[in-house]
């Protein structure tokens, strides 16, 4: 019981990186009008020089997550697992003070305007650095740590804790924007959004001081001792010793070639990671008010409807972390690529037909659940399992680079689709969604053909399975 509750300790203190991964993301979808208003508005652009620069301000936080992801793995490698969550954190705590404060240092306090707007990016792609280096650390800390029966179930939280965090982010939201009407929420309301997340990220840096590094890490850093004293709270001292000499033997090519078993392997991680964002979960993330408001919706509804959003996202996710140990990886992931593309192409109809935000809001609570159910929590679970010891500190980091690099591709091209006055005369703002349901038809086609069953395997039988 005791090693239970070790376990889940560690487990959830990982999982607020995760939370803060899903906060930072999601505060952006409750304030896209009010950025419209603040920054863009003022400026007097075109419609596709307008459209483009929402784009970016909702967008550029995934610069910095490119490179978080691409780097995380260095991060890792040389300081440690926790120590490079502790310096996400520290990322994350800038990014939301200079978000919400952008004249910071430059302009009195509440006298900045909209030609900060380079400075707000600026802050928001520190912020994207520490989401892409805690969206790696996070699920490999908790991977490293879990028994191998229970790792699919324990990564699985981490998708659970970002999942959490956009649903409390869309509350944090919701109740902010009721304060006040939307020229206070577009002149202030803003701000206290992306202050919110101050909260959070202090209760990270605190909470990580009093947990320790993985075993496997801690290995790496000649530091064994340390190791089997974690090993035998989590696995009982009578399998510890024999998991601390397979990481030995796993771990003797320290700095292993990130093609030591092939490019197949490379590839499937970053397809992996695209696809999960070409079937256009962030989409729905990002801009779901703004979404919403195309239903002639108000404010305040719209950002209502996104909440529903966040609990149905997580409340699958709840149904994922119970039933990926259980029915495998494959299986979730290909039900659940093929509910998405019947509910994305559903929804491209539901707007090219004008039914009405009934049926687009249907159309888009099936989508979230199936993404939840499947290739939100999966494709974490995956990615922490597939690349054996000696080469994921390299192999990883390219798969989050990957993906956060599509996530950029889809975010900043939504709205120039969406507000494209030729696709919205001929299609009715439904042309995107379509391009999102075929998107997910060829996810499910490549897990069912190329992605092998990890369910149960230990990470060092990874090594066996690729050399096979």
Known sequence: MNNKLYLLKLTLVATLGGLLFG??????????????AFFIEPKGLDELSASSLKGWLVSIALLGCIVGGAVAGVIGKAFGRKKGLLFAGTLFFISA?????????????????????????IYRAIGGLGVGIASMLSPVYIAEIAPADQRG????????????????????????????DDTWLNEIGWRYMFASELIPVTIFLILLFLVPDTPRSLV?????????????????????????????????????KVLSYGWGLIIIGILLSVFQQFVGINVVL??????????????????????????????????????????????????????MAVAMIALGFAFFAQTGGYLALICMMVYVAAFALSWGPVTWVLLAEIFPNNIRNKAMPIAVAAQWLSNLVVSVSFPIMNENTYLIENFNNGFAYWIYGIMSVIAAVFVWKYVPETKGKTLEEMSKLWRK
């Open 286 to 339: 990002y801009y779901a008010p703004e979404i919403f408001k195309t239903l002639n919706l108000g404010t305040d509804a719209a950002l209502l409807q996104t909440i529903i959003v966040g609990i149905v996202n997580f409340s699958f996710t709840i149904i994922a972390v119970k039933t990926v140990d259980n029915y495998g990886r494959k299986p979730l992931m290909i039900i659940g690529a093929i509910g």
């Open 23 to 36: 906060y930072d993301t999601g505060v952006i979808a409750g304030t896209v009008g009010s950025l419209d």
């Open 97 to 121: 003070l200079g978000s919400a404060l952008p004249e910071l240092f430059i302009q009195p306090l509440g006298a900045g305007d909209h030609t900060l707007h380079i400075v707000f990016m």
């Open 220 to 256: 790496y850093h000649n530091k064994e001792n340390e190791a089997l004293e974690i090993l035998e709270k989590v696995n009982g001292t009578s399998k510890a010793s024999a998991i601390l000499a397979e990481i030995k033997e796993t771990l003797k090519e320290k700095s292993g």
């Open 153 to 180: 179930k324990l990564v699985s939280f981490n998708q659970l804790a970002i999942v959490g965090g956009f649903m409390v982010v869309y509350f944090v939201n919701y109740f902010i924007a009721l304060s006040g």
